[in-house]
């Protein structure tokens, strides 16, 4: 069975510091992988996803993860964190076989104060 | 597009009630998921519907619990009775599977709260 493990319960940081969250995941075949965000009241979006190609992935609001198959993990990263990215994170993994269901993490709150 | 639509957006119930979660997909999208949110449990997939049928329901915690999709454009969530460990927010997601890089998008999420 997949499982998703983020290592971080809780990062807080101080603004334009640097972020990195941990994301290691297992499962035997191939997989694709997401982060999403969750902001305070609103739902999950979609930050970046890797499905092939080049293991290192950008997606909005200057997020990136690189994907190391060999460590089965998904980190994300983020130079220089504003306090608007207060948020939970959550890593998530599927099959590659299309319409099976994302298996998510627990999540990590992070708190970036001004 | 109007998003994945779920009602209500709170919930408060005392245990023992009757509780249904609804949920409206994106139009054509063929596959549904019904998530769960907890502090101490994260997000936990409770089922999954593709073309209306259940594929996956091995997330659902008890009998106390069951999900129907009637047609393509709406689901339910069903907790009877309810029980104050079932607070949590509740999401519903919706994905095209013929669109393979298609992301799972998410509804606002019922907030349930059983007293």
């Known amino acids: 069975a997949q499982s998703v493990s983020q290592h971080n319960h809780h990062v807080i940081l101080s603004e334009a510091a640097s972020l990195e969250l941990g994301c290691n995941y297992s499962?035997?075949?191939?997989?694709?992988l997401f982060w999403y965000v969750q902001y305070p009241g609103q739902h999950l979006q979609l930050l970046l996803k890797?499905?092939?190609?080049?293991?290192l992935v950008k997606g909005i609001k200057g997020f990136e993860a690189e994907f190391i198959k060999s460590k089965f993990s998904f980190n994300l990263r983020k130079p220089s964190v504003q306090w608007s990215d207060t948020a939970e994170y959550f890593c998530?993994?599927?099959?590659?076989?299309?319409?099976?269901?994302?298996?998510f993490g627990k999540g990590t709150t992070l708190s970036v104060s001004s | 597009d109007a998003g994945v639509i779920q009602s209500p957006r709170h919930e408060v119930t005392e245990m023992g009630q009757e509780v249904t979660l609804r949920c409206k997909p994106i139009s054509g999208h063929d596959y549904l998921f019904w998530y769960r949110q907890t502090m101490m449990r994260g997000l936990e997939l409770l089922i999954y519907f593709n073309n209306n049928v259940p594929i996956d329901d091995s997330g659902m915690p008890e009998d106390r619990f069951s999900a129907k999709m009637p047609n393509a454009s709406f689901s339910t969530l069903k907790i009877q009775p309810s029980e104050p460990r079932d607070s949590a927010v509740y999401f519903c997601?919706?994905?095209?599977?013929?669109?393979?890089?298609?992301?799972?998008?998410f509804g606002n999420g019922t907030r349930l709260t059983v007293t």
């Open positions: 499962y035997g075949g191939t997989v694709n």
């Open positions: 890797y499905f092939s190609g080049d293991p």
């Open positions: 997601a919706s994905s095209l599977a013929a669109n393979y890089n298609s992301p799972l998008h």
């Open positions: 998530a993994v599927r099959s590659n076989q299309a319409g099976t269901a994302l298996i």
